[in-house]
């Protein structure tokens, strides 16, 4: 997959690109269904599939540190790779940029990728404060003779898919449903710290995780059954995310694995965390020794949902796709 950062860089002049253009945090199944039709589009042309995005996205630019990502760049390139796209082109998203009027910008997407046809979705807005939106992209597309095709929304379960009602069932801990709008697991990727030692002494030792990013979003505070991916190996795990009431009224909020059955030194290593289901809510106990009781009664819990949950064999990528042929 080829990676161009900015329209000026020309990258992929010599392409008959078929495009579309989001923000695409998560590439939920909505994303899903926009990326399906261009690498169907661009088999028909004989032609390569491009998506256009942002770096930050927009409402990271405009909300600042308080915006929290579904999938940071480096996951949403590497879901992008193991979908099959051929390109994808990254527009910096600055200040300037964000007060390009909608016309503009399609004029310019036109002078530098001269897309065959475009996907998008349903309430696709583009431009200077969003004004840009379906009716100016049919206009566009009629006037340069571009295939235009508009996707329809995606439902689950009555409630259409989209990134901020991930973002949402995150936060709150809804792990399950999130993970059923991404079609996939909820995937971070950290690397292995040194911690307090607590677990340790709980007969429990947890590695302590700094996440590759801190625009990434983290579920509520709680314990979660995970599966880690450590180099080639998948191993089922308990996550932890809170403060650790009971022996602290003060700590920072901290993030920590348990890796069932590994032996060795985790320290300095790089894990691909996937998150299945909330066990629990956090909550301060009355001593260590409840503490290590309740975790007991967590792994059992860990286990059979670790056992339930479907495991895809050969051709998948990191993050659960099915990779290119």
Same mark, same amino acid.
């Given at each position: 997959?080829? @990676?161009?950062? &900015?329209?000026?860089?020309?990258?992929?002049?010599?392409?008959?690109?078929?495009?579309?253009?989001?923000?695409?945090?998560?590439?939920?199944?909505?994303?899903? %269904?926009?990326?399906?039709?261009?690498?169907?589009?661009?088999?028909?042309?004989?032609?390569?599939?491009?998506?256009?995005?942002?770096?930050?996205?927009?409402? *990271?630019?405009? !909300? =600042? *540190?308080?915006?929290?990502?579904?999938?940071?760049?480096?996951?949403?390139?590497?879901?992008?790779?193991?979908?099959?796209?051929?390109?994808?082109?990254?527009?910096?998203?600055? *200040? /300037?940029?964000?007060?390009?009027? %909608?016309?503009?910008?399609?004029?310019?997407?036109?002078?530098?990728?001269?897309?065959?046809?475009?996907?998008?979705?349903?309430?696709?807005?583009?431009?200077?404060?969003?004004?840009? #939106?379906?009716?100016?992209?049919? /206009?566009?597309?009629?006037?340069?003779?571009?295939?235009?095709?508009?996707?329809?929304?995606?439902?689950?379960?009555?409630?259409?898919?989209?990134?901020?009602?991930?973002?949402?069932?995150?936060?709150?801990?809804?792990?399950?449903?999130?993970?059923?709008?991404?079609?996939?697991?909820?995937?971070? @990727?950290?690397?292995?710290?040194? &911690?307090? =030692?607590?677990?340790?002494?709980?007969?429990?030792?947890? %590695?302590?995780?700094?996440?590759?990013?801190?625009?990434?979003?983290?579920?509520?505070? =709680?314990?979660?059954?995970?599966?880690?991916?450590?180099?080639?190996?998948?191993?089922?795990?308990?996550?932890?995310? #809170?403060?650790?009431?009971?022996?602290?009224?003060?700590? !920072?909020?901290?993030?920590?694995?348990?890796?069932?059955?590994?032996? &060795?030194?985790?320290?300095?290593?790089?894990?691909?965390?996937?998150?299945?289901?909330?066990?629990?809510?956090?909550?301060?106990?009355?001593?260590?020794?409840?503490?290590?009781?309740?975790?007991?009664?967590?792994?059992?819990?860990?286990?059979?949902?670790?056992?339930?949950?479907?495991?895809? !064999?050969?051709?998948?990528?990191?993050? &659960?796709?099915?990779?290119?042929?």
């Amino acid at each position: 997959m080829k @990676i161009v950062w &900015g329209l000026e860089k020309k990258g992929f002049r010599r392409w008959k690109t078929i495009i579309t253009i989001g923000s695409f945090d998560g590439i939920h199944m909505g994303h899903k %269904a926009i990326l399906n039709s261009i690498i169907k589009l661009s088999s028909k042309y004989e032609g390569k599939s491009v998506v256009v995005s942002f770096d930050p996205l927009p409402k *990271e630019f405009l !909300q =600042g *540190e308080t915006f929290k990502a579904i999938t940071t760049i480096e996951e949403k390139m590497e879901i992008l790779q193991g979908f099959g796209i051929d390109g994808v082109c990254i527009i910096p998203f600055t *200040e /300037e940029f964000s007060n390009v009027e %909608a016309y503009d910008f399609l004029e310019s997407l036109w002078e530098h990728l001269h897309p065959y046809a475009i996907a998008f979705g349903h309430n696709h807005h583009f431009g200077n404060e969003g004004k840009g #939106g379906v009716s100016l992209l049919k /206009e566009f597309s009629s006037e340069k003779g571009i295939d235009l095709l508009e996707v329809k929304e995606v439902k689950i379960r009555g409630k259409t898919v989209s990134s901020s009602r991930i973002r949402n069932y995150i936060t709150q801990g809804d792990i399950k449903k999130a993970n059923e709008m991404l079609g996939r697991e909820f995937v971070f @990727i950290a690397k292995v710290n040194r &911690g307090s =030692g607590i677990g340790r002494t709980l007969s429990y030792p947890t %590695a302590n995780l700094k996440l590759n990013s801190y625009k990434k979003i983290l579920p509520k505070e =709680g314990v979660y059954a995970v599966r880690v991916l450590i180099g080639s190996n998948d191993y089922g795990a308990m996550l932890y995310v #809170g403060t650790r009431p009971t022996f602290s009224e003060d700590s !920072q909020s901290t993030c920590e694995v348990y890796v069932m059955g590994f032996e &060795g030194d985790l320290y300095g290593k790089k894990l691909v965390v996937k998150v299945l289901d909330r066990i629990r809510e956090e909550r301060k106990f009355c001593s260590p020794q409840s503490l290590k009781a309740q975790i007991i009664n967590d792994e059992e819990t860990a286990i059979k949902i670790i056992a339930s949950s479907v495991v895809k !064999q050969g051709g998948y990528g990191v993050f &659960g796709q099915k990779s290119k042929e």
